[in-house]
T-cell receptor
Framework: DAEITQSPRHKITETGRQVTLACHQT?????MFWYRQDLGHGLRLIHY???????NKGEVSDGYSVSRSNTEDLPLTLESAASSQTSVYFC?????????????FGQGTRLTVV | GQNIDQPTEMTATEGAIVQINCTYQ??????LFWYQQHAGEAPTFLSY??LDGLEEKGRFSSFLSRSKGYSYLLLKELQMKDSASYLC????????????WGLGTSLAVNP
């Protein structure tokens, strides 16, 4: 069965370190998204990609970067981790087919910056 | 601007019916989604509406009125496992494949 997986599931890192969160999907979807979810803020879009070599900034992109070198993967990098980046991160993928862009989510990565 | 509003919290009794409302103001519209998210888990797809009217899927139904910018999710025969957060999301027009998310409604089902 096709799936979308994130790793690691939990991560503790120190302020100032570079951290990369992995996202791998086997749906062969063109669209991939990274969100963070915090109490009181809901799901906020960090970066997204509509295909290989395409990346775009979302509403909360500062301090984050992504690259899309193949269809399956969209790693999210925190250039210099800050305590404000402590959050739960979700990766999602979808295939645009008319209007129904149902998104499939990974299990989430809980990141703590100390 | 773009905005999606949902109630923050709701409570209901096992076996009852509950309606969760969602209103939206977005620049363009290409469909409305409802997702369910249990605590500590990822959101999972429940329903999609692009035309006005009611879509029924088992115990869950979703309604859309595009002219009013309004949707609701109806949950019947509530079960304890329905305790979760319910997220409303809208896609923009054309090739805009991003979802605009509401903050979610936390539903507690009591025995």
């Amino acid at each position: 069965d096709a799936e979308i997986t994130q790793s690691p599931r939990h991560k503790i890192t120190e302020t100032g370190r570079q951290v990369t969160l992995a996202c791998h999907q086997t749906w062969n979807h063109n669209n991939m998204f990274w969100y963070r979810q915090d109490l009181g803020h809901g799901l906020r879009l960090i970066h997204y990609s509509y295909g290989v070599q395409d990346t775009n900034k979302g509403e909360v992109s500062d301090g984050y970067s992504v690259s899309r070198s193949n269809t399956e993967d969209l790693p999210l990098t925190l250039e210099s981790a800050a305590s404000s980046q402590t959050s739960v991160y979700f990766c999602a993928s979808s295939e645009f087919s008319g209007g129904n862009t149902e998104a499939f989510f990974g299990q989430g990565t809980r990141l703590t910056v100390v | 601007g773009q905005n999606i509003d949902q109630p923050t919290e709701m409570t209901a009794t096992e076996g009852a019916i509950v309606q969760i409302n969602c209103t939206y103001q977005t620049s363009g519209f290409n469909g409305l989604f409802w997702y369910q998210q249990h605590a500590g888990e990822a959101p999972t797809f429940l329903s999609y509406n692009v035309l006005d009217g009611l879509e029924e899927k088992g115990r869950f139904s979703s309604f859309l009125s595009r002219s009013k910018g309004y949707s609701y999710l109806l949950l019947k025969e509530l079960q304890m496992k329905d305790s979760a957060s319910y997220l409303c999301a809208v896609t923009g027009a054309g090739n805009n494949r991003k979802l605009i998310w509401g903050l979610g409604t936390s539903l507690a089902v009591n025995p």
